[in-house]
Each structure stands twice: as structure tokens, then as C-alpha cells.
Nanobody
Framework: VQLQASGGGSVQPGGSLRLSCEASGKIVSVIVMGWYRRTPGKQRELVAAMSMTGSGNTEYGDSLKGRFTITRDNAKNKVYLQMNNLKPEDTAVYYC????????????????WGQGTLVTVSS
């Protein structure tokens, strides 16, 4: 199982970026996918997460809802993170995360991480 993230880059304050993350491999079912971020000297924090089943409940990090929106494409085991009105404090490495059942471990829900993509917000 792999998580492939893309879409990071540099943007000026007030700009927008869209991140995407696709889970691939021998996957039985994806339960939750989302994004976390880490900045130097800080712990990794939740950005947004979305249930990949049912109605797709979402959860956002503090103060991010309204600027960030997570959406999904269940057919592709993929999530997108639309980030608008970006601020310098949003500069971080963003990590894709998934809780899923793989074909190798059908009875367990395991936690997977992508490789991280850098988002830099600077004028």
C-alpha cells in the first residue's frame, strides 16, 4: 500500500493550493483519509480528515475550517485538500494519512503515511 501525495509548492499570502493524495495497492477498504502537517519545533497536527464511507464526515484542525476544504473520490481512494487564503503560518510539510484494510491484513485497520509535501506561503 502506498499513499502518493502531490500539489505542494510555494504561494503568496492569500493564494490557494490544492493537495491530492491517492492510496494505491492491494486495498480492501479505506476507512478514513486526511492530512496532517508539521512545522519545525511543533508537533504534527491535524489539518483535515474525512470518512471514506457513508456520508463522509469531516474533521478540521482548529481555525482551518472555512479556509481549507477536504473532498474525496471514493472510486480512486483519493482525497483532495483545497487550501484558500493561505497564510505564512500555514507553511509546513503536509502529510497524507489513511486508515485502511489491506489485502494482506484484512482483519486489521492499519495506519499509513505518505511522503510529505512542502507548502511554503511567503511574499
Amino acid at each position: 500500500v502506498q499513499l502518493q501525495a502531490s500539489g505542494g509548492g510555494s504561494v503568496q499570502p492569500g493564494g490557494s493550493l490544492r493537495l491530492s493524495c491517492e492510496a494505491s495497492g492491494k486495498i480492501v477498504s479505506v476507512i478514513v483519509m486526511g492530512w496532517y502537517r508539521r512545522t519545525p519545533g511543533k508537533q504534527r497536527e491535524l489539518v483535515a480528515a474525512m470518512s471514506m464511507t457513508g456520508s463522509g464526515n469531516t474533521e478540521y484542525g482548529d481555525s482551518l475550517k472555512g479556509r481549507f476544504t477536504i473532498t474525496r473520490d471514493n472510486a480512486k481512494n483519493k482525497v483532495y485538500l483545497q487550501m484558500n487564503n493561505l497564510k505564512p503560518e500555514d507553511t509546513a510539510v503536509y502529510y497524507c494519512n489513511a486508515h485502511l484494510r489491506s489485502a494482506a491484513q484484512v482483519r486489521e485497520i492499519n495506519n499509513y503515511w505518505g511522503q510529505g509535501t512542502l507548502v511554503t506561503v511567503s511574499s
